[in-house]
């Protein structure tokens, strides 16, 4: 059984006029900004998994409408907006993985004087607050075994931060970090683990075309690491490969 069992079922029925039937139950993903780059990959490699996938685009479909598969649904949700994303979860049985993947860069300013403070804390409510948002939205849905995706960074990682600027980016990834373990402990005692994510640096708009990681690659190590995930790793900060990212 493929992907610890995501493709198969949960529960073993018993039918008296046909025997043995197979009661197949599917799991649950919830992604958001899924309509390109990461997102979109990590919606078809969920979906080859056997997953449902609630796949949430902020303006355009983008490359979500080229998908042909009964296990997705499209909803527009932009991560700010607390009416959209209830209105998106309320229409969810329950929900077996949330991955917090929307998030945007900051102004590439190269010196403090161009910091733009109102951009700066659009970039903290989209990359920090916005994933909170939709977890403490999901929180309904999320039940004992679901496994919480925070789609960081290691520009989110203090001990890393050697060539200072992409400020706005950096502060919101560390975060982004420190609410997640602060939810932490809340979320061991319902079951729930939490992976911080390092994808890698991806070629997608945000990565831009010099990053040495494909889409699929990246996504690639993400899944593994979704698969092992177990509520005694819970918190860890790791790279799409695995390896430990130091805070
Ligand atoms: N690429 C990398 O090298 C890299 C490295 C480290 C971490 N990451 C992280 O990985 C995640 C995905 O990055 P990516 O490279 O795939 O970026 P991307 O290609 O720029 O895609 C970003 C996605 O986030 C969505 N988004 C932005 N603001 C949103 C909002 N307010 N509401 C809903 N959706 C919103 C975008 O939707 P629109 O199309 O509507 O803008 C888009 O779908 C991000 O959290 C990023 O910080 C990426």
Not at 206 to 228: Q, Y
């Amino acid at each position: 059984m493929d992907f610890n069992g995501i493709n198969c079922c949960r529960t073993l029925g018993l039918n008296p006029y046909l025997g043995m039937s197979l009661v197949v139950v599917m799991k649950n993903a919830l992604v958001t900004g899924a309509n390109r780059g990461i997102g979109l990959e990590l919606t078809k490699q969920l979906l080859d998994s056997g997953f449902n996938v609630h796949a949430t685009f902020r303006t355009s479909k983008g490359g979500l409408e080229a998908i042909n598969n009964p296990g997705l649904s499209i909803h527009k949700m932009d991560v700010r907006n607390k009416e959209q994303i209830k209105k998106v979860i309320d229409s969810i049985e329950s929900i077996d993985l949330l991955i917090n993947n929307a998030g945007v860069a900051d102004g590439r300013w190269q010196s403090i004087s161009e910091i733009d403070v109102e951009h700066a804390l659009e970039v903290l409510n989209i990359n920090s607050v916005s994933p909170v948002l939709v977890t403490q939205q999901a929180l309904t849905k999320l039940t004992e075994g679901s496994k919480i995706v925070m789609m960081s960074s290691l520009m989110g990682s203090i001990s890393d931060c050697r060539s200072g600027r992409s400020y706005a980016y950096r502060a919101s990834k560390t975060a982004l970090n420190m609410f997640s373990i602060a939810m932490k402990n809340e979320l061991d005692t319902l079951g729930i683990s939490l992976l911080i994510m390092h994808p890698g640096w991806v070629e997608t708009d945000m990565g831009g075309p010099n990053a040495p990681l494909s889409t699929t690659e990246s996504v690639r190590g993400i899944m593994e690491r979704i698969e092992e995930q177990n509520l005694s790793m819970s918190g860890r900060y790791v790279e799409f490969d695995g390896s430990t990212i130091e805070w």
